[in-house]
């Protein structure tokens, strides 16, 4: 079923936020009214929610529209079982917003849709050693691309689990974004399964790559908070990151009041956080930056949805107002015309434009760079690098060049990697 008319095309592409197989409900009703059979669509990107519904007869056919831009071998894998390999669908919607903005639509988590007649792994003419910095999405694809051209691959995390700031995103705790992960959980399988090795809990650092001796090396390293330390209060322990709370999965204590600073990055912790029944004030200091994040904006349906939540959820949303100052228990901030004003604040959440995470790069090219590395006809030149006797190409992708989305993550990865 699809309902119909223009207006309400954005019901028919529903986001992250609502849950899979959101159209089930109706179609059992449907069927019941009805002597005919009844396909329907709308996330059923798990094929395990996709056969129940047909099993419980909620349905007599399934119907795939985005699940098949991620993975159009979904019914063949389906068919022999091989549901790991399935590639789900994140409902992020960044397929939705090209179609939106007259771009040819591509889909954020499979470079090759939309590349079917060109886009090929090949076997590389020369096995290399290759290694990966930083497991977040643009690193897990880089190891994936690799490891399929039969490079040795050595991928490692700092951090204790891979996935990066997508499984972080993925946590929320009251709004649905658990899809999110699946990217991650795919991408990690599939690299499992490639003999790609892994070390979590490991920096890479200059010293290491000298060890190591790669032939190439692929900077991954994503992107980090920015905590501006020129706000008096800044380091009161009330006041955290956004990054800091999601990577408890949103198990640490938050007061009756909160305060989010920075609305194009916040507006989704706000709707949770105003979803566990908080006073939720977003500060921020642009007009009209509300829920603008590149994630959001680009995507068109999530960046809709959010606005008619942080309105439905009883938001107190506040633009143009600069902080001045964190106070234990409130936040002083002034309006575009000079006017101050103090909000509550238990808590305070910083979610502010991230940096690029570009430390180790330009660590490796003031120790080794000696000139740039050429490759004909590839999407992408990196830097040469020496590494005492042995020659190594640098390449990097993803938030450590600039944050954006996980599209330029992931395509970058998909891309670049057939140079190498
Ligand atoms: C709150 C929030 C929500 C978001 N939601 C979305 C969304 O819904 N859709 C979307 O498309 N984008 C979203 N984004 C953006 C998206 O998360 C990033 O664009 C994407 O994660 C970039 O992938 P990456 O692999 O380049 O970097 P990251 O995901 O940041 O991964 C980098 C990894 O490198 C590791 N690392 C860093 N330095 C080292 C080192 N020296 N050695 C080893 N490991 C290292 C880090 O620990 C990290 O795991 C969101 C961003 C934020 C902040
Ligand atoms: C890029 C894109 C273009 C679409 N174009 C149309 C269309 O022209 N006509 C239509 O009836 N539905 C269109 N749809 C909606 C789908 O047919 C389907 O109802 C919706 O995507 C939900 O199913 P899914 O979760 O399997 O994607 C489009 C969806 C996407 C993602
Ligand atoms: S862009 Fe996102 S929503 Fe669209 S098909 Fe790909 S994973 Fe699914």
Redesign the pocket.
Known sequence: MYPGIFESVLEATLPLYYPEGYYLPFSEKIKEAVGIPVSVVGKLMNPKVAEKALETGKCDLVSYT??M??DSEIPNKMMQGRYDDIRR????????GDGFSGRMT?????ASFQREATYRIETAAVRKRVVIAGAGVGGLEAARVCATRGHEVLLFEKEPDVGGMIRDASKMPRLYMRELNYSVEWLSGQARKLGVQLKTGQEVTPALIEDLKPDAIVVATGSRPVVPAEIPGIDLPHVMTQEHYLKQGGKVEVGKNVVVIGGQFGAELCLSLAREGRNVTMIEEGHGNVASAPYLVKTVTRYIYCNVHLNKDQVNVRTGMKVNEIRPASIICTDSDGDSEEFAADTVFLCLPRAAENRLSAALKEEFAVGDAYHAGAAYNGTKLQLGDKPCDLYELGDCVEPRTMKEAIHQASLFCLAI
């Open positions: 985005r699940p831009f991620a669908c994140c409902g992020c919607d960044h397929c939705v591509e889909c954020a988590i499979n």
